[in-house]
Each structure stands twice: as structure tokens, then as C-alpha cells.
């Protein structure tokens, strides 16, 4: 099946500061998206990005589909922005398939 | 309802005993997925429903594990003999198409065994 990489798999930042997450995946997909775990558990949907860039607020996303990666920027960062990122892609006839995570802590 | 609903949102059993787990997907919403995160762990892929189609049952890590869709719509999950390695979270989502839709996910329901 489709592997998805997800780097780093850790990352501690000061409040304010900019931060780029990656995903990787060794096939072509149909279907990318980016979730934030919140600390009580929750997935909260932040982009659905098969190709293309989209914006929302501080955060923005680029799928670059024919080199097989994305990329979720995190700019101004704010203690709310901590928990786990997570990148999940779907491929073929597979369900969605999720990379491990970046675990991310905002400092005050 | 707005979103993905599960229930219940925490539940404790003991060793060998069934436990049912439940999802209402979101109205309208014809795909259905379980998914099992461990504590600190990523999301595992259990069982796929797409409307009247056979389910993909091919993430459920046993045969103690099985899961139905009555009427299209609310899904349970259902765990027999529990063991301490089903400790998790279950997770529901849906989406409106088939699987390369967007996905919106449920609070889960947390399993603790004893």
C-alpha cells in the first residue's frame, strides 16, 4: 500500500514564530489531507488538498501531486497550534491511509 | 446532527467481555470508516462502508471484530472477548462520496480493558 511519511515528527516553537510541516508519499493520490489532533483528542479537518495551494487564516497548504509531497505552513504561531498534524492520503482503491504525525508544542 | 456522532464517549470493560461501540455519521453522507488510534500512535484503518456496497473489512486486525450499517446510516462496531491490546480510541468518520471525499471524524469513543 501507499506509504506516507510525515517530518519532523517533532517540533517545539516559541509563539510568533513560522513553521513548515512535510508529507510524503510513495504513490500518486486522488485525496490529501491535513487534520489537527487537539489536545482532548479531537481531528479537526484544516485542508482537503489533492493538488494546488489553498489559505486559511495563519495556515496554508501546497500539494505538489507530481512530486509526491505537501507542505502545511503554520505562521504566528500560537499556543492553541500545539498538538499532533496529521497528513492522510488516499490512493487506488484504498481508504484513507495516515502518516504518523507531527507533534508540535507552542511555548508562550 | 452537524457532525460525526459517537457513543459512548468512554467505556471501561473487563476482559472477555463484548462491547458495542456506535457512530451516526453525518446526514446525507454515504461513507462510512472506523478507524483505531492507540495512545500516542497514528490512526489505523479498520472497516470502509460505501453505501449498499460490501464493506472493506480488511484493516480489522481479527475476527473478534466486526461491524454492520443498518439503513444506510448508523454504524456499530462491535469488539467480543475484549483484551487489553483493544485499549484505544475508535474513531468514526464519513464523507459524501466514496473514500477520495473529504472526511470529517467523530470525538471517538475511548476503550479501556481491563
Known amino acids: 500500500g501507499i506509504q506516507v511519511e510525515q517530518s519532523p515528527p517533532d517540533l517545539i516553537l516559541q509563539e510568533g514564530a513560522n513553521s513548515t510541516l512535510r508529507c510524503n508519499f510513495s504513490?500518486?493520490?486522488?485525496?490529501l489531507q491535513w487534520f489537527h489532533q487537539n489536545p482532548w483528542g479531537q481531528l479537526i479537518n484544516l485542508f482537503y488538498?489533492?493538488?494546488g495551494t489553498k489559505q486559511n487564516g495563519r495556515l496554508s497548504a501546497t500539494t505538489v501531486a507530481t512530486e509526491r509531497y505537501s507542505l502545511l505552513y503554520i505562521s504566528s504561531s500560537q499556543t492553541t497550534d500545539s498538538g499532533v498534524y496529521f497528513c492522510a492520503v488516499h490512493s487506488g482503491y484504498s481508504t484513507l491511509t495516515f502518516g504518523k504525525g507531527t507533534m508540535l508544542l507552542v511555548s508562550p | 446532527g452537524a457532525g460525526v456522532s459517537q457513543s459512548p464517549s468512554n467505556k471501561v470493560t473487563e476482559k472477555g467481555k463484548d462491547v458495542e461501540l456506535r457512530c451516526d455519521p453525518i446526514s446525507g453522507h454515504t461513507a462510512l470508516y472506523w478507524y483505531r488510534q492507540s495512545l500516542g500512535q497514528g490512526l489505523e484503518f479498520l472497516i470502509y462502508?460505501?453505501?449498499?456496497?460490501?464493506?472493506?473489512k480488511s484493516g480489522l486486525p481479527s475476527d473478534r471484530f466486526s461491524a454492520e450499517r443498518t439503513g444506510g446510516s448508523v454504524s456499530t462496531l462491535t469488539i467480543q472477548r475484549t483484551q487489553q491490546e483493544d485499549s484505544a480510541v475508535y474513531l468514526c468518520?464519513?464523507?459524501?462520496?466514496?473514500?477520495?471525499?473529504?472526511?470529517?471524524f467523530g470525538e471517538g469513543s475511548r476503550l479501556t480493558v481491563l
Open positions: 504513490d500518486s493520490v486522488n485525496n
Open positions: 468518520a464519513s464523507s459524501t462520496l466514496d473514500s477520495t471525499g473529504e472526511l470529517f
Open positions: 462502508f460505501q453505501g449498499n456496497s460490501a464493506p472493506d
Open positions: 488538498i489533492p493538488s
